[in-house]
T-cell receptor
Framework: GAVVSQHPSWVICKSGTSVKIECRSL??????MFWYRQFPKQSLMLMAT?????????EQGVEKDKFLINHASLTLSTLTVTSAHPEDSSFYIC????????????FGSGTRLTVV | SQQGEEDPQALSIQEGENATMNCSYK?????LQWYRQNSGRGLVHLIL?????REKHSGRLRVTLDTSKKSSSLLITASRAADTASYFC??????????????FGSGTQLTVLP
């Protein structure tokens, strides 16, 4: 089945630094990737929808200048948390869709970001 | 986006018992999916039920869907300690489009005691 590789699985960074999270579709082309954030014991909140070759669409309340998304190829999307602060500490997960239907998609394994 | 509501928020049962989780949603849907998440891990897709289906089985999982009540249930039979995880429902809303987003429920934390 379709596999999405997400790296790193966890990262600790200092306040003010930037962190890049990668999601790669290993055996399929992902024209669309979704980025979610999940706080402890809460559900997934969609942050942005990333489309290959075009600008990402951000959900209301998500700062696009803080959470930079790049989807330069059909197999790679990156989320960069810029000037990270402790309140950005969260679990970030990507989801990729192999085709046009909204099922048969695959989640990455997630990235635990801790900003100290 | 509107989130679905799941209940209970937390459920603790003994191994071998059945676990039932419920999900309610607000919009018309194309399909509803259930996911499992182990602590600190990604989500694993369990089962999908389409809006024209009322019940679906997969191994020890049984999912029902009542579109008139906008609700779904997930039943795990003969639970095992390894079933301990968070379970989320997610709705694929109508109208259909080329980049539809899933809307996730609030989740149920299931603990199966050995």
């Amino acid at each position: 089945g379709a596999v999405v590789s997400q790296h790193p699985s966890w990262v600790i960074c200092k306040s003010g630094t930037s962190v890049k999270i990668e999601c790669r579709s290993l055996d399929f082309q992902a024209t669309t990737m979704f980025w979610y954030r999940q706080f402890p014991k809460q559900s997934l909140m969609l942050m942005a929808t990333s489309n290959e070759g075009s600008k990402a669409t951000y959900e209301q309340g998500v700062e696009k200048d803080k959470f930079l998304i790049n989807h330069a190829s059909l197999t790679l999307s990156t989320l960069t948390v810029t000037s990270a602060h402790p309140e950005d500490s969260s679990f970030y997960i990507c989801r990729a869709r192999p085709g046009q239907e909204n099922y048969g998609y695959t989640f990455g394994s997630g990235t635990r970001l801790t900003v100290v | 986006s509107q989130q679905g509501e799941e209940d209970p928020q937390a459920l603790s049962i003994q191994e071998g018992e059945n676990a039932t989780m419920n999900c309610s949603y607000k919009t018309s849907i194309n399909n509803l999916q259930w996911y499992r998440q182990n602590s600190g891990r990604g989500l694993v897709h369990l089962i999908l039920i389409r809006s024209n289906e009322r019940e679906k089985h997969s191994g020890r999982l049984r999912v029902t869907l009542d579109t008139s009540k906008k609700s779904s249930s997930l039943l795990i039979t003969a639970s095992r300690a390894a079933d301990t995880a968070s379970y989320f429902c997610a709705t694929d809303p109508l109208p259909s489009g080329s980049a539809r987003q899933l809307t996730f429920g609030s989740g149920t934390q299931l603990t199966v005691l050995p």
